[in-house]
């Protein structure tokens, strides 16, 4: 009998809840508002006894949603990270929301996290309905402040 090959890289979606429509974003053929959910604690500490055997070498944390709209996002990374500390946990945010400590206390525990930023102010709004140039530069200036007071 052949042995399974162990799980090396998973991809977890622990929300499907956005801010934006993307142009470029499936999300909206299938997602809708009977599917729409944001995955429990109780649910996210299954997958992590499930997966906690497995020699994961990477993961993303992301999907058809932001993962920072999650209200446990922190929590869920934290988990993460306590059961695969070597495991390179990489994330995405769009930055359209306000930035806050939870948010900080997140991306500590991230090994990579990804801006997601196509285009330049016109563009950048026209390519993702709902989103505000303005509001990313008022995010980045905000991570950028927090990172310089940690030095």
Same mark, same amino acid.
């Given at each position: 009998m052949l042995q399974?090959?162990? @799980?090396? &890289? *998973? &991809?977890l979606e622990t929300t499907n809840y956005c801010n934006l429509?993307? *142009?470029?974003? /499936?999300?909206?053929? !299938?997602? /809708?508002?009977? /599917?729409?959910? #944001?995955?429990s604690l109780e649910n996210w500490?299954?997958? !992590?006894? @499930?997966?906690r #055997?497995?020699?994961? *070498?990477?993961?993303?944390l992301m999907g058809l949603g932001e993962p920072f709209f999650h209200p446990q996002f922190d929590q869920i990374?934290?988990?993460?990270?306590?059961?695969?500390?070597?495991?390179? +946990? @990489?994330?995405? +945010? /769009?930055?359209q929301y306000t930035i806050d400590n939870k948010f900080y206390d997140t991306i500590k525990e991230l090994d990579l996290l990804y801006l997601s930023i196509d285009g330049y102010k016109d563009t950048y709004e026209a390519a993702?309905?709902?989103?505000?140039?303005?509001?990313? @530069?008022?995010?980045?200036d905000a991570i950028e402040s927090y990172l310089s007071s940690q030095r």
């Open positions: 399974p090959s162990p @799980i090396r &890289y *998973a &991809y429509d993307c *142009a470029f974003c /499936n999300r909206r053929d !299938v997602v /809708n508002k009977q /599917n729409l959910m #944001h995955m500490l299954r997958c !992590v006894e @499930i997966l #055997h497995q020699p994961l *070498a990477q993961a993303k990374v934290k988990v993460f990270k306590r059961q695969f500390p070597a495991c390179f +946990t @990489i994330s995405a +945010t /769009n930055l993702r309905r709902g989103a505000k140039w303005s509001k990313l @530069i008022e995010s980045l």
